[in-house]
């Protein structure tokens, strides 16, 4: 309900900025068509309690689609460049190219990685990275396959993953989202990632978390 409430108000003050900014567009080039051929006071005090607010209102309009307009194409703008269609397939889908030789866990994962760097700023989704960590994890992983010893037991080999920052991973964020955690590291890694790991994801980064993980302590 909060969050609702929240973007309702982003929503109207984006509003109250478009409709500010037409109203300035076009109180500015009214005054700029008064001085270039100012009408007879006759005129203004006959016809001006009547056309003005009609000429107003169009203005308006016409003002206010041209700052929509002008913000769409800002954002556009702003969008990173389209999903590549591998990053669409699923994870076991992905994992069963890489053990077939059909695809890297190397360029695999630098493929999500690029993609981070490009998203993540919209998003803030992704707290702490690992990218070097998990390159070396995915060359090793590729070697695994080249020389015939994946592990039997890992569905999901040299497949690129994030995990939340409530699990433990050594030398990495570990606050759970509690403001007097900040700075905390981890020392251990956690049964959980253990697990991730076991099953041959690589992890690439960790990733935001409610405060306290909303109803739990850290694991």
Not at 97 to 102: C, D, L, T, Y
Not at 107 to 126: D, E, G, H
Not at 174 to 182: K, Q
Not at 199 to 210: D, E, F, Q, R, Y
């Amino acid at each position: 309900m909060l969050i609702f409430a929240i973007q309702t108000a982003l929503w109207a003050l984006a509003e109250m900025l478009l409709i500010t900014q037409a109203a300035v567009a076009v109180l500015r080039s009214m005054l700029v068509d008064w001085r270039s051929s100012p009408p007879s006071l006759a005129l203004v005090l006959l016809l001006g309690p009547f056309v003005l607010p009609i000429v107003i209102f169009v203005r308006m309009q016409s003002a206010m689609s041209e700052a929509r307009a002008a913000s769409m194409a800002r954002k556009q703008a702003d969008e990173p460049p389209p999903l590549d269609p591998l990053l669409l397939l699923s994870a076991s889908e992905l994992s069963a190219r890489v053990v077939k030789g059909e695809l890297s866990a190397e360029t695999l994962t630098r493929m999500c990685i690029n993609r981070l760097v490009q998203v993540n700023p919209q998003l803030n989704a992704v707290v702490a990275t690992r990218f070097e960590a998990a390159l070396l994890e995915a060359k090793a992983a590729d070697d695994a396959v080249s020389t015939g010893f994946v592990p039997p037991d890992s569905p999901l080999w040299g497949v690129p993953c994030v995990v939340k920052e409530c699990f433990e991973m050594p030398g990495m964020p570990y606050t759970a989202g509690i403001a007097s955690r900040a700075g905390m590291r981890g020392e251990r890694l956690s049964p959980a990632v253990q697990r991730v790991q076991s099953a041959g994801l690589i992890v690439v980064g960790t990733t935001n978390v409610s405060e306290g993980q909303a109803t739990s302590p850290p694991p």
